[in-house]
Nanobody
Framework: VQLVESGGGSVQSGGSLRLSCVVS????????MGWLRQAPGKEREGVAA???????FYADSMKGRVTISQDNHKNILYLQMNSLKPEDTAMYFC??????????????????YGQGTQVTVSS
């Protein structure tokens, strides 16, 4: 499995960013993918997850300000982030559940991560 994130950067408070993750080597027929983030000095926390049936879970961390989506043809996972705040500054990781065989798909269940992409929000 290979996960390559992009789209991070620096943005002012209130701005938007769209993160992308190219997924390869992962069985798309039964999949659970998502995004997590980790700020300096803090534990990693879930943001959102989506499975092969397009069932979506949003964690409270950014609910209402993010949209997760997937391009099945291109094997790309997206995270659209709006109304960004300084406290959203973190490394954002794309991740998959390599053992997923159906059922609940949540960020905390994801066990294989990409290298991450940095998001910095200034006030």
């Amino acid at each position: 499995v290979q996960l390559v994130e992009s789209g991070g950067g620096s943005v002012q408070s209130g701005g938007s960013l769209r993160l992308s993750c190219v997924v390869s080597g992962y069985t798309y027929s039964s999949r659970c993918m998502g995004w997590l983030r980790q700020a300096p000095g803090k534990e990693r926390e879930g943001v959102a997850a989506i499975n092969g049936d397009a069932t979506i879970f949003y964690a409270d961390s950014m609910k209402g300000r993010v949209t997760i989506s997937q391009d099945n043809h291109k094997n790309i996972l997206y995270l659209q982030m709006n109304s960004l705040k300084p406290e959203d500054t973190a490394m954002y990781f794309c991740a998959v559940d390599v053992h997923y065989s159906g059922g609940i798909c949540i960020p905390e269940g994801l066990d294989y991560y990409g290298q991450g992409t940095q998001v910095t929000v200034s006030s």
